[in-house]
């Protein structure tokens, strides 16, 4: 099923993990006023699937903030090729976040 959205976030705009029933995480993005969920495919390996995909959409809007906020945060090193390591509240040699 092919499904295309074009968006913008309104001033409410957020993201979060949920745990719809203990055993169905999702990560719902609240665009104000639209709202998405995503959540595990229905296949065998659904939770690496949906794993996978959470730290490949973490890498690259990361690296979209950091293109149009360069100033913000800092962004995460860059990765040249895909490992899906996510790291927390650590701040590279750049000295960011004093």
């Keep these: 099923m092919a499904f295309n959205v074009t968006c913008s976030p309104g001033k409410e705009a957020a993201a979060a993990f949920m745990q719809v029933t203990p ?9 104000d006023p639209v709202n998405m969920a995503i ?5 065998l390996d ?7 995909f959470c730290r490949e959409l973490a890498r690259e809007a990361s690296l979209l903030a ?3 906020d360069p100033d913000g945060e800092p962004a995460p090193p860059e990765i040249t090729t895909p490992s899906h ?5 650590e ?3 750049s000295g960011a976040g004093h």
Aim: charged share 5%.
């Design 23 to 31: 055993h169905l995480p999702a990560l719902v993005i609240y665009l």
């Design 39 to 43: 959540q595990l495919p229905s296949t």
């Design 46 to 52: 659904g939770e690496q699937q949906l794993a996978t």
């Design 66 to 68: 950091a293109t149009i």
């Design 85 to 89: 390591v996510l790291v927390h509240n």
């Design 91 to 93: 701040f590279g040699e």
